[in-house]
């Protein structure tokens, strides 16, 4: 689940209920409840198809003072609007309100129609509001909460020696999923580098991890040579179904993906918690002695992260030109100024300084930024509409950073 703080100024500053001409604002009808996000547009026969299901569901629920639908608006035109919301029941936002390009980026709107359901406390339970709904029309099992992991986990693995084990030999270990197929290139390069990595972390500890391909290959052939040269164990091929709901639970979308999960915690509901959803990009970095089990942290090389940056702000420092000393000093005062980052919106804190990465030399392009010899400071909002801020300080220190946080300067769009 995503972690989100709720800005009810996406909001707007009323909501309006079309069949009745009721308003309100929003923190008063939304506050210490469930939210479902319901973005939908006339034009789209999906979302036709889709709406008459979602009034039966909000019709069947005999809690309905548990939860809110707000309708955010796709149509093209005020008309189209009023015409699709007339008869909804449910909160919806003014059309064409000037937050909703925001709001549809932050929760990942791509398709329509699209549901999103939302915690009290503004976390989200789920994306997938549509397929649950699909599946369990009455709303049976709403707010559709994430299976545990625990449930979702084979019943047996595989050593590497091809016994099979019961997966609660496990129970009190911390376990690294891999997931990964033998004919996807990435993959291919990436796996010499996990075998080190295992061997050496193996070396290191006292048996309290274990390592799981979970293959995506296409036949049992492939999985059986690919899995012939590793030194972990595996969830068996056969089990298709444990694969596909990892994958769903854990939104795998590409290869080859590396999560943490912790042991088991019987003290909060007797599942695993996701420490760290990719870890991949420690592998390769060789970031991986210290500070195991990863938990994520507020800052990173911007060069070599996989984070999405389009969900969060970003603090960088651009300093490709800066001696070995200097860039040093550059890492230790971001590090610190995330550390000691106590503000209530989500913020990354990245240095940057090979001029050759991909991420940076896109990031620079699109924020048109010039080299030189002095660092250079960016703070980058790409959930706020691309927005980015360029601080005239060159002199990097934990107080410029504070400082240039407090105060940003001139708004500048990408």
Same mark, same amino acid.
């Given at each position: 689940?995503?972690?989100? @703080?709720?800005?009810?100024?996406?909001? +707007?500053?009323?909501?309006?209920?079309?069949?009745?001409?009721?308003?309100? &604002?929003?923190?008063?009808?939304?506050?210490?409840?469930?939210?479902?996000?319901?973005?939908? =547009?006339?034009?789209?026969?999906?979302?036709?198809?889709?709406? $008459?299901?979602?009034?039966?569901?909000?019709?069947?629920?005999?809690?309905?003072?548990?939860?809110?639908?707000?309708?955010?608006?796709? #149509?093209?035109?005020?008309? @189209?609007?009023?015409?699709?919301?007339?008869?909804? $029941?449910?909160?919806? /936002?003014?059309?064409?309100?000037?937050?909703?390009?925001? /709001?549809?980026?932050?929760?990942?709107?791509?398709?329509?129609?699209?549901?999103?359901?939302?915690?009290?406390?503004?976390?989200?339970?789920?994306?997938?509001?549509? &397929?649950?709904?699909?599946?369990?029309?009455? +709303?049976?099992?709403?707010?559709?909460?994430? &299976?545990?992991?625990?449930?979702?986990?084979?019943?047996?693995?595989?050593?590497?020696?091809?016994?099979?084990? $019961?997966?609660?030999?496990?129970?009190?270990?911390?376990?690294?999923?891999?997931?990964?197929?033998?004919?996807?290139?990435?993959?291919?390069?990436?796996?010499?580098?996990?075998?080190? =990595?295992?061997?050496?972390?193996?070396?290191?500890?006292?048996? #309290?991890?274990?390592? /799981?391909?979970?293959?995506?290959?296409?036949?049992?052939?492939?999985?059986?040579?690919?899995?012939?040269?590793?030194?972990?164990?595996?969830?068996?091929?056969?089990?298709?179904?444990?694969?596909?709901?990892?994958?769903?639970?854990?939104?795998?979308?590409?290869?080859?993906?590396?999560?943490?999960?912790?042991?088991?915690?019987?003290?909060? +509901?007797?599942?695993?918690?996701?420490?760290?959803?990719?870890?991949?990009?420690?592998? @390769?970095?060789?970031?991986?002695?210290?500070?195991?089990?990863?938990? $994520?942290?507020?800052?990173?090389?911007?060069?070599?992260?996989?984070?999405?940056?389009?969900?969060?702000?970003?603090?960088?420092?651009?300093?490709?030109?800066? +001696?070995?000393?200097?860039? #040093?000093?550059?890492?230790? %005062?971001?590090?610190?100024?995330?550390?000691?980052?106590?503000?209530?919106?989500?913020?990354?804190?990245?240095?940057?300084?090979?001029?050759? =990465?991909?991420?940076?030399?896109?990031?620079?392009?699109?924020?048109?930024?010039?080299?030189?010899?002095? %660092?250079?400071?960016?703070?980058?909002?790409?959930?706020? #509409?691309?927005?980015?801020?360029?601080?005239? @300080?060159?002199?990097?220190?934990?107080?410029?950073?504070?400082?240039?946080?407090?105060?940003?300067?001139?708004?500048?769009?990408?």
């Amino acid at each position: 689940m995503t972690e989100i @703080e709720l800005d009810y100024s996406l909001f +707007g500053d009323l909501l309006i209920k079309p069949s009745t001409g009721e308003t309100a &604002q929003p923190e008063d009808v939304l506050m210490d409840k469930l939210i479902l996000l319901y973005f939908g =547009a006339h034009w789209s026969s999906p979302c036709l198809k889709f709406t $008459p299901k979602l009034h039966l569901f909000n019709q069947l629920q005999g809690n309905k003072e548990e939860y809110e639908i707000v309708f955010c608006s796709m #149509d093209r035109s005020q008309e @189209e609007y009023d015409e699709y919301s007339e008869e909804m $029941p449910w909160w919806c /936002l003014p059309y064409a309100i000037s937050t909703l390009p925001k /709001l549809a980026e932050i929760y990942q709107a791509s398709g329509l129609p699209y549901l999103v359901v939302l915690d009290l406390d503004g976390t989200v339970i789920t994306k997938e509001g549509v &397929q649950n709904l699909r599946m369990d029309p009455v +709303g049976k099992r709403f707010p559709w909460r994430p &299976q545990p992991l625990v449930d979702l986990m084979p019943t047996t693995y595989l050593a590497s020696t091809l016994k099979e084990h $019961p997966i609660e030999d496990l129970e009190e270990k911390y376990i690294m999923l891999y997931f990964a197929s033998k004919n996807d290139a990435l993959c291919e390069e990436f796996t010499p580098w996990l075998i080190k =990595a295992y061997n050496i972390l193996k070396g290191r500890r006292q048996g #309290d991890f274990e390592l /799981l391909f979970v293959s995506s290959d296409g036949n049992q052939a492939d999985f059986d040579s690919f899995f012939a040269g590793m030194p972990w164990g595996a969830v068996p091929y056969s089990d298709r179904g444990a694969k596909a709901n990892l994958e769903k639970r854990l939104e795998i979308t590409s290869y080859p993906s590396l999560v943490m999960l912790g042991p088991i915690n019987y003290d909060e +509901g007797e599942d695993r918690p996701i420490i760290n959803p990719d870890i991949r990009s420690l592998i @390769e970095t060789g970031d991986y002695i210290s500070d195991f089990p990863y938990y $994520p942290k507020p800052y990173g090389d911007f060069c070599t992260t996989t984070d999405d940056i389009n969900t969060h702000k970003c603090l960088i420092v651009f300093h490709e030109n800066g +001696g070995m000393d200097e860039q #040093d000093e550059v890492e230790e %005062a971001v590090k610190q100024a995330a550390i000691d980052y106590r503000g209530d919106e989500i913020i990354k804190f990245y240095w940057a300084f090979d001029d050759e =990465a991909p991420l940076c030399a896109t990031t620079r392009q699109a924020c048109d930024l010039e080299f030189s010899e002095e %660092a250079t400071m960016v703070l980058l909002d790409m959930p706020n #509409d691309g927005a980015f801020y360029v601080s005239e @300080e060159t002199e990097i220190t934990v107080d410029t950073i504070k400082l240039f946080l407090m105060n940003n300067g001139e708004r500048q769009q990408i």
